[in-house]
């Protein structure tokens, strides 16, 4: 079921789903197609992994994505970097003022059973605290990846703020319903989704649905608000076309 709040023509939806609190979700967006994530209750928290889904050695490099674009603060324009040059995505639409975080991190059992309390499957089943990192491995399993394939995350719906020149403070802003990040898809992309809480994160563990919308995006122009949003952006793209020339 399509969410009215998408205003999306039915016939260029590819795929819609729900993503449960707590689950796991991987597909390869092929080059041109948009996914847009969102939270309908405002509360989604997700984290995301990509790679070039054609040659999977080249992945997403948070530090060259915020190095070459001059700020650790994503939204809509920015452009996501491979260490190769290449973009990856571009953020075509945030309703949530940037509300993305690129230097947290993931979460992993440890933190999880410190920042929430025991949350183990001998306990509760099927219902266990998952994190990232168990996620992530599930997912990147499918591929024929591991451990060593996992790199620093990008955290959808949550911002972290730095405070005294260096500590991290998870900001206590949240979406608004129905906000969502729409990304394009540069190359054919293996994203890798973990609806987990932020690594920051603590008290109950409760995270929230999010939905899942992937549909055909329209051509890329010389207008294009993504590819015009800075020189470095610029760049990134004509590195695009001369690997797929």
């Not at 571009?90 to 410190?114: F, H, Q, Y």
């Not at 183990?120 to 491995?137: A, V």
């Amino acid at each position: 079921m399509i969410s009215k709040h998408l205003n999306l023509k039915q016939e260029s939806i590819v795929l819609d789903e729900v993503l449960p609190g707590g689950g796991k979700w991987s597909k390869i967006i092929k080059r041109g197609q948009k996914v847009r994530i969102s939270t309908e209750d405002g509360k989604g928290a997700v984290s995301a992994l990509f790679y070039n889904a054609d040659n999977t050695a080249e992945r997403y490099n948070f530090a060259d994505t915020v190095k070459i674009q001059w700020n650790a603060f994503l939204g809509k324009g920015k452009v996501l970097f491979s260490e190769l040059g290449h973009i990856l995505f571009s953020i075509t639409e945030d309703t949530t003022n940037g509300l993305m975080d690129t230097v947290a991190g993931m979460s992993n059992p440890r933190l999880v059973k410190e920042n929430f309390g025991e949350g183990s499957f001998n306990d509760i089943r099927n219902r266990y605290y998952k994190s990232d990192r168990e996620n992530f491995l599930v997912e990147l399993g499918k591929y024929g990846m591991g451990k060593r394939d996992i790199v620093a995350c990008l955290n959808l719906f949550r911002k972290v703020d730095v405070k005294e020149g260096s500590k991290l403070s998870l900001s206590p802003l949240r979406p608004e319903t129905c906000g969502y990040i729409e990304l394009r898809a540069e190359m054919n992309v293996l994203l890798v989704l973990s609806n987990t809480p932020h690594v920051m994160e603590k008290g109950v563990y409760n995270p929230s649905d999010v939905q899942i919308t992937i549909y055909q995006g329209a051509p890329l122009s010389e207008d294009d608000f993504c590819m015009n949003f800075s020189p470095e952006a610029k760049r990134g793209f004509e590195n695009n076309a001369r690997y797929f020339a």
